[in-house]
Structures are given as structure tokens and as C-alpha cells.
């Protein structure tokens, strides 16, 4: 599997961050000057399979970026952009979170036109999506915990026996 | 931004619609809330199911916004879109955010726009990529990244950095080891002592060979850093003479 995203993760070009799960990198076509991408490390492809820490994070970094922008570029706005599979524009099979400086005037296209849309449209739209947000707000919890508490106890332990030993050999 | 007092941020919160559109107090058509955001239909969707998340603290734009607030909402994004795309039978979703006027930012109340898309709905945002020459990218990239760095700290994981942390890493387990060997020499002690002080010349032969191993390998180790250190003793003399 070809994927131009992890490669450019190995090679590290143009790479401005990266830290355990995530890499932010200059697009190697931008379409404004400063385009950057936010990515997962691990290869993933929709928005939906990234885990919840990641994409916490992914969306933190992201705003520090659009921050570094806002000074080292002196530019007006940023726009945060996933564009979620093809019929949304997506270009590369690996996740991207977009952060796209904007210029007054810069003549990019990243508006839209509302649509008329009648009421029982908008209710019967409103009925279909409160019907699965049950799981909304509840997040994977992280595995690793009970691991790390593990380490410390095992020590202890063998603390204690060796104490212990110590004190029936004294009488 | 800044200078805004206690006062004025409640006079904005109370003319800002979005403000109350989160505290309920215009309605809206609701899909999820918790204690941080609210999610409700935009009133002029792109496409039926648009959604704007709302946090429910007034912020102009998202840079204002605590890390713990923006790391929700992403959470909230993943989420909400894998409902639009369960409930309308979607292709793909549009996760947008824009900060300022030149962004196309529109209301004085920072949102998410959660879009709805299918094949051929004619709804806009292209990102289209474009050629840059090489110096404008290197430019742009030294530029950034410094401040990058000012935002979120050394740039972590690139080469440089990578080999300085594994040799402080060598280091630690070196001393580590030493630690040991000092523990296995007392409880050997101790050992030959509880069987009746037989033997006491063999651990005391024990210990000075222990011993002078663990002065090889300091001196082998001084001999080491002494060598990487070269080039920048160099500078520390140039210093020196300099001052």
C-alpha cells in the first residue's frame, strides 16, 4: 500500500513537529503559503478510525500552529479543514487535518452557499441524527494505566522479602 | 482581545446570539450537549445535517480557547461526524473551522461546521493545490517552524535531538549497572559473613578485582566523552580567550 503521507513521515521532509502519535508537516502543495498538515503516524484513513487521544491532540496542535501563523506569518485568519472521503474532497488515502493561512483577498474557495432547505426536511434530519448520539461524549478510555502502577508494587515486594529474612536471621 | 474586562465580555455574551443559542435562551434545534459545547442544525445548512458546535464560554476565535476545550471538541468532531454519517447514509463529512474575517468567518462567537456530503452535492470548499518554487518553501518552513517552537516547545524527534537523549539514556544505564554490581558485592559480604567468616581473603580478592574493573570502565568512558567533546572544547577555549 502506497501512501504518499507515510512516506513523507519516514523521510522527514518538511516535518515542523512530531511528537509519539502525531506529525504536523509543510504540504508539499500548499494551496496558500503555510499549508500545513496535521496527521496520525499511524497510517489511518477516515477521520472516524482515529482514536479519541489522537484526535484530541491532532486538533490541539493544530491550534498552536494556526498561532505560530498568526505571528511568523503575519496573516489574518486560518482555516481547520478535514475533508472526510472523496465526496468531500479528500485527496490522500491517509487523514489529514488541514490548517490553511488566509489572506485578505487570497481568492481561495473555501466557502459554501446555503441551500433551502424546508422545515420538515430540517426536522426529519434533526429526528435521524438524535437517534445515534447516544455514544456522543463518551470517550475510549486508555489502556496503558494499569501497567505503569504494576512496576512500583513488584519492587516493594522484594523489599519486603528481603527484610524479612533479615529479621529471622537475627535471632 | 486581551483587554477585555469582566464587564464587556458580559455585555458581548448577552448581545452575542451564539451565546444564547449554547444557554438555551433562543431555540434551537438541539442534537447534543454536555458542560463544554452545544450542537445544534445551522439555521442555512450547506446540506440537510449541517451542524455547528458551539462552545458554550464566549471566544472570538480558537487560539483564545484552553487546550483541554479544543482537544474536546476535536473529540466531539470524530464523533458527531461518525453519527451524520451512520444517520443520513453519508459518503463523507466537511469538518471546518475558521478563525477571522479573512477566513470567512462571519459571527463574533467561535463554531464548528460539521458538513454532511455525498457525491455530487455541489457544496463548495476545494482545496486546491498549487506549485511553490523551493526557496519560498525553505522560507516559509524556517519561519514557521520558529515559531512552532515558541508555541509548542523543540521540535521533538528529528535527528539531532534523537541521539543526544539516547546517549544521556547510555549514561543512566550505566550508572544503573554500577549501582548493581556495589549491591551484588554487599550481599555477597553478607553472605560469606552469616557462613561463619571462613573465607574472608576470597571476597576481599573479589571486591578488589570488582573493583578495578569498575575503574577501567570509568576510565574507558572518560577516554570516550573526552573524544566526542573535542569539537566543542574547542569553542569553550575561544570562548574563554574571548572573555
Not at chain 1, 507515510?6 to 508539499?28: F, R, S
Not at chain 1, 494505566?145 to 533479615?166: F, M, N, T, V
Not at chain 2, 447534543?32 to 458554550?56: C, F, S
Request: proline share 4%; glycine share 6%.
Amino acid at each position: 500500500m502506497n501512501c504518499e503521507i507515510c512516506e513523507q513521515i519516514k523521510n522527514k521532509k518538511g516535518v515542523l513537529y512530531q511528537d509519539k502519535n502525531i506529525t504536523a508537516m509543510l504540504a508539499p502543495k500548499p494551496t496558500a503559503a503555510g499549508h500545513v498538515y496535521i496527521v496520525p503516524k499511524k497510517h489511518v484513513t477516515i477521520l472516524e478510525q482515529i482514536p479519541d487521544k489522537i484526535i484530541g491532540e491532532m486538533f490541539a496542535k493544530a491550534n498552536k500552529i494556526s498561532m505560530a501563523c498568526f505571528e511568523s506569518l503575519g496573516v489574518q485568519g486560518t482555516n481547520l479543514l478535514i475533508q472526510n472521503g472523496l465526496p468531500a474532497g479528500q485527496h490522500h488515502n491517509h487523514c489529514i487535518l488541514h490548517v490553511i493561512p488566509r489572506r485578505e483577498n487570497d481568492g481561495l474557495n473555501l466557502a459554501w452557499q446555503p441551500k433551502q432547505i424546508n422545515e420538515e426536511e430540517m426536522s426529519t434530519a434533526e429526528i435521524k441524527i438524535k437517534e445515534n448520539t447516544s455514544q456522543v461524549g463518551v470517550f475510549e478510555k486508555e489502556k496503558q494505566k494499569p501497567i505503569k502502577i504494576k512496576e512500583p508494587e513488584e519492587i516493594k515486594d522484594k523489599e519486603k522479602e528481603e527484610d524479612y529474612r533479615l529479621k529471622e536471621r537475627i535471632p | 482581545m486581551e483587554g477585555i474586562t469582566p464587564e464587556q465580555l458580559a455585555q458581548i455574551q448577552q448581545q452575542c446570539i451564539f451565546c444564547q443559542i449554547a444557554s438555551g435562551k433562543v431555540a434551537s434545534k438541539k442534537i447534543y450537549e454536555d458542560e463544554k459545547v452545544v450542537a445544534v442544525l445551522d439555521i442555512n445548512p450547506a446540506n440537510p445535517g449541517h451542524l455547528l458546535v458551539i462552545t458554550k464560554k464566549h471566544y472570538f476565535v480558537m487560539p483564545q480557547m484552553p487546550d483541554d476545550e479544543v482537544e474536546h471538541v476535536g473529540k466531539i468532531a470524530k464523533q458527531l461526524s461518525q453519527v451524520l454519517l451512520k444517520a443520513l447514509k453519508l459518503e463523507g463529512t466537511t469538518v471546518f473551522i475558521a478563525n477571522g474575517v479573512a477566513a470567512g468567518q462571519k459571527a463574533q462567537h467561535f463554531m464548528m461546521h460539521i458538513i454532511p456530503r455525498k457525491e455530487g452535492d455541489e457544496v463548495g470548499i476545494q482545496v486546491q493545490p498549487k506549485q511553490i518554487s523551493e526557496t519560498d518553501y525553505d522560507k516559509i518552513y524556517q519561519a514557521l517552524s520558529q515559531g512552532i517552537k515558541k508555541n509548542l516547545g523543540d521540535i521533538t524527534g528529528l535527528e539531532k535531538k534523537s541521539e543526544e537523549k539516547t546517549e544521556e539514556k547510555e549514561s543512566k544505564e550505566k550508572i544503573s549497572e554500577e549501582e548493581t554490581e556495589e549491591k551484588e558485592i554487599e550481599d555477597a559480604e553478607i553472605v560469606k559473613e552469616d557462613a561463619e567468616e571462613s573465607k574472608p581473603k576470597i571476597v576481599i580478592d573479589e571486591r578488589k578485582k570488582k573493583e578495578k574493573k569498575k575503574t577501567e570502565k570509568k576510565e574507558k568512558e572518560k577516554k570516550k566523552k573526552n573524544k566526542d567533546k573535542e569539537g566543542a572544547s574547542l569553542d569553550d577555549i575561544a570562548k574563554v580567550l574571548g572573555a
